[in-house]
């Protein structure tokens, strides 16, 4: 069952600067340009997915069936010059049993098996030695294929058994991905009323797969893209990949780029990751623009997972101009174990996201009065500091069965975080070279207690319900310290200092901002969700309440009033309707958002970002979407977005009453793996780092990058969504 949206969480976190509560809401990774190949974006591009589709189209095929003069192995290859079979019923001998070519380009060989297993593969031009494509039975570490004959000489199929393999590279390789072409035309180019062709987009994905034993498999992904970088080049990058090592009690993942994780603790610290701009939950895990290990391991009725990864694009979605390659340290670990089997379980959860960011104080870009004190004092040397943060949740909770299975679960977590510099370039001499050294330069720290109790009851694949409320009670920052974060979000908190060229990267900056209040956050969920034959839906309705104590931070803080309040109130409901016997889809979401804040903070620091809106507006946004099957291969796509804004202040300026964007679609499948598609205005589905039917922020992207391109407000971007004409024509070949 999915959780309601964390925006209430999130937007409570962000109007202080930070994420107090714990919950990582790292998003994955945004595309980054790799090194551009040295040609033109269509000849390569077109080359590479051409030549692979031929590859696949000329796949060959094989097989074993049993005929009256005995068991018949084929194996079609034109090309071949000869074909022998080999295998433990010859020894594995290669002259043994040549197989002959038919006019079709098929070898042959017919054989006479007695009842049992037998391994084999085929002997190609005398030294390549193939697993048979059409078996999916492989064994034994050299991926040998294997039949079995039963006592009436029949041969035993495993139904369950599915091939892995689809190229003739070897039985433990397979090759999937897609092409995608993309060709859109837009209005409202610089103030030009007429439609043009915007940049085309191709882009060609590769998934390697090897499965090299039964305990060890990876997967490595390559893409080309000539909608990013430079015109001229295609960029082409690792994208995303892993290897698996299986034991029988326990599993190592290294992994770069994946989506790969989420802790089932009610307070979720790891994962369930939301995308933002739109309205259902997508429940993503951990893993995106991260690169680390997973290892878990079973024993005594107890599971364990750990996970240790370096974050190098912290948020995929924002604009590409923040450099957000923060080299963070994500570290995550749970213990669950069965205390009665099905019965009461119990868990530890533990969150450390750490960060060394060096500053440097050489070239008189930055200053700090805390370094200048510090050098005063110590007579140090350095003139490269490094700040250290680290934020921290520890975490215990119990699951408990009810009578009429309902479910309780309850999680306390305590939460730190602190700031400090914790390293000099220059602090202890090693001979006659001075190298770095550990230093205690407080800048700041917090802490706090979140408790969340969950209330679950499931009636089959039905009707799922379930209700939480979580309690935040964080103590705040004395009027002497700050926190310390690099800027990523549009809300506009003033800084008290800002660093530049941090870890000698330009574009990388990291602030000090006034100290974070005392606060304390009340925030309840309720879930409910259905499926009842052709009608399924959803509920979800959320609370947050949040109330800041500036009292003891009043020299950098507003001070009329002291205490400041905003509460939030969010409901979700969805449905989908199918008919004429599933040719026919409708589904109709709606959510709305009311904001009542309360206080100076509000007037004097507006909050006003790309993905909430100003706290003093509430919004409604319904989106009416459907598809109709026309024939077998051809289908129509709709999908109208209906977006209301409502200043709730008397001070906020009244935007458009209303903003409209609809979106219409004929699709043409010729065959399951290729579509094409003719749209008209801002696809809302957005196909960038995302599975190949993509993932439902098209609209939020777009008005995303209309404000980056044009430094405007989301407003202005609302308005030229609904204003734009924009038609695209799209195709697929998926393998």
Not at 127 to 147: F, T
Not at 376 to 385: A, L, M, N
Not at 388 to 404: E, I, S, W
Not at 438 to 456: F, N, T
Request: charge should be negative.
């Amino acid at each position: 069952m999915k959780n309601p949206k964390r925006r209430l969480k999130e937007r409570a976190s962000r109007k202080v600067r930070n994420k107090p509560h714990g919950k990582s809401r790292i998003k994955p990774g945004r595309e980054l340009p790799g090194r551009p190949l040295p040609a033109g974006p269509f000849p390569v591009t077109f080359i590479l997915a051409l030549s692979l589709l031929l590859v696949i189209a000329s796949n060959c095929t094989a097989g074993v069936q049993k005929t009256t003069l005995g068991y018949e192995f084929s194996y079609e290859d034109a090309g071949a010059a000869s074909v022998s079979l080999a295998g433990s019923f010859n020894n594995w001998s290669t002259t043994a049993n040549p197989m002959a070519r038919d006019s079709k380009g098929v070898w042959r060989a017919t054989l006479s098996l007695d009842p049992g297993k037998y391994e084999y593969k085929f002997v190609v031009n005398g030294s390549a030695w193939l697993a048979d494509p059409d078996n999916p039975v492989v064994v034994g570490d050299y991926g040998n294929s294997q039949i079995e004959v039963d006592s009436q000489g029949n041969i035993i199929e495993k139904p369950t058994e599915r091939k892995f393999s689809n190229t003739t590279l070897g039985s433990r390789v397979a090759i999937n991905g897609y092409f995608r072409a993309t060709y859109p035309t837009q209005s409202e180019v610089s103030g030009d009323k007429r439609l043009r062709l915007q940049r085309p987009d191709h882009e060609f994905d590769m998934d390697l797969n090897i499965r090299a034993s039964d305990n060890i498999n990876g997967s490595a992904r390559v893409q080309f893209d000539t909608g990013t970088g430079v015109i001229q080049e295609t960029p082409g990058k690792f994208y995303s990949g892993h290897l698996d090592l299986l034991a029988s009690i326990s599993d190592m993942k290294g992994y770069y780029n994946e989506e790969d994780l989420s802790f089932d603790d009610p307070l979720e610290i790891v994962g369930h990751q939301d995308l933002q701009g739109t309205i259902r939950v997508e429940q993503l895990d951990y893993g995106r623009g991260t690169q680390g290990a997973i290892f878990k391991a079973s024993g005594m009725g107890a599971d364990l997972t750990t996970l240790y990864t370096n974050i190098y694009d912290f948020d995929r979605f924002n604009n590409p101009a923040i450099y957000d390659n923060t080299d963070t340290d994500f570290m995550a670990a749970r213990l669950t174990k069965e205390l009665k089997p099905e019965q009461i379980r119990v868990g530890l959860s533990w969150l450390r996201i750490q960060n060394g960011w060096w500053v440097d104080f050489v070239s008189g870009a930055n200053h700090s009065a805390d370094i200048d004190s510090f050098k005063r004092v110590t007579g140090s040397v350095s003139d490269w500091f490094e700040m250290g943060t680290a934020d921290q949740t520890f975490a215990g909770d119990v699951r408990l069965m009810l009578p009429k299975e309902f479910r309780c679960s309850v999680e306390y977590g305590y939460w730190t975080w602190n700031a400090s510099w914790d390293v000099g370039n220059r602090e202890r001499l090693e001979g006659t070279n001075a190298v770095n050294g550990a230093i205690d330069i407080p800048v700041g720290k917090d802490s706090g207690h979140r408790i969340k109790a969950l209330l679950e009851k499931h009636l089959g694949d039905k009707l799922s319900c379930s209700i939480s409320h979580e309690i935040q009670r964080y103590k705040g920052m004395g009027a002497g310290e700050l926190y310390v974060d690099f800027r990523r979000s549009l809300v506009t908190d003033p800084i008290v200092n800002q660093f530049t060229g941090i870890n000698a990267t330009p574009g990388f900056a990291i602030a000090e901002f006034p100290p974070l209040p005392e606060r304390k956050n009340d925030i309840t969920e309720l879930d409910l969700s259905f499926d009842v034959g052709r009608l399924s839906g959803i509920l979800e309705v959320d609370r947050a309440r949040v109330e800041r104590d500036y009292s003891l931070v009043t020299s950098v803080s507003p001070v009329a009033p002291s205490i400041e309040t905003d509460e939030r109130w969010r409901i979700a409901p969805g449905f989908s309707l199918d008919l004429l016997d599933g040719r026919l889809t409708l589904a109709l979401d709606y959510e709305y958002i009311q904001n009542n804040p309360r206080g100076q903070f509000f007037s004097s620091f507006p909050v006003s970002d790309e993905i909430y809106g100003p706290s003093f507006y509430d919004t409604r946004e319904l989106i009416v979407s459907g598809k109709l099957g026309l024939t077998q291969r051809t289908a129509a796509i709709w999908d109208v977005r209906r977006m209301v804004y409502a200043a709730n202040e008397e001070q906020a300026p009244s935007p458009q009453d209303s903003y409209v964007s609809p979106y219409v679609a004929f699709v043409y499948n010729p065959s399951p793996s290729i579509q094409l598609r003719l749209g008209y205005q801002v696809d809302p589905t957005y196909y960038k780092d995302a599975p190949v039917e993509g993932r439902g922020n098209g609209r939020q992207i777009w008005r995303n990058m209309y404000m980056w391109a044009n430094g405007v407000d989301m407003f202005a971007a609302e308005r030229a969504l609904s204003d734009v004409t924009m038609f695209t024509l799209m195709g697929v070949i998926s393998f």
